[in-house]
Every structure is written in C-alpha cells, then in structure tokens.
C-alpha cells in the first residue's frame, strides 16, 4: 500500500465519522444550547438539568437515525474489506 492509499483511506474514515455522529452532535448542541439559555434566563444553575435533556435528545436521535448510522458503517466497513486485495502487494 503506498502513502497516497493510506491517507485516502484514513480520510475517508474520517468523514464517514463525522457524517454518522453529526446528527448526534448537532442535536445535543442544539438541546445544550437551549437549556444554557433557559437557565440564564431563570438562573436556575441545576447540573441535572443540563444533562437530562441532553441524554433524551441523544437517546432520540439514536433511536431514529441508528438505522442509517448502522447501515451507513457497515456499507463503509464492507466496502473497506473489499479493497483490501486491492492493496496487497
């Protein structure tokens, strides 16, 4: 395998990391984002109230994009697999 082929490889892996956790990502910064106004506004300095909404928002979301996440990783996993004859020397 030469360094061309690794760095492509490596790069790919990336972004396919990235896509699959954005939306987790985006929605709990969303969540968190609203739950530090609220309690700025109220200023209610709660731990718990910063954490539950999070953990529901990410639970949620798993719950609804874990079919895509799942078969996005194993079309990317699979299609990894594959190529590797393509890289023996």
Avoid: C, H
Wanted: charged residues 5%.
């Amino acid at each position: 395998m030469d360094p061309q082929a690794a760095l492509t490889m490596g790069q790919n892996a990336l972004f396919m990391l990235l896509m699959v956790a954005a939306p987790v990502l985006a929605t709990v910064l969303g969540v968190g984002l609203i739950v530090s106004l609220f309690q700025a506004i109220t200023q209610i300095q709660e731990a718990t109230l910063a954490f539950v909404p999070k953990l529901i928002a990410a639970v949620a979301v798993f719950a609804m994009a874990g079919p895509w996440m799942m078969s996005t990783m194993v079309d990317f996993i699979r299609s990894t697999i594959l190529s590797i004859p393509n890289y023996a020397v």
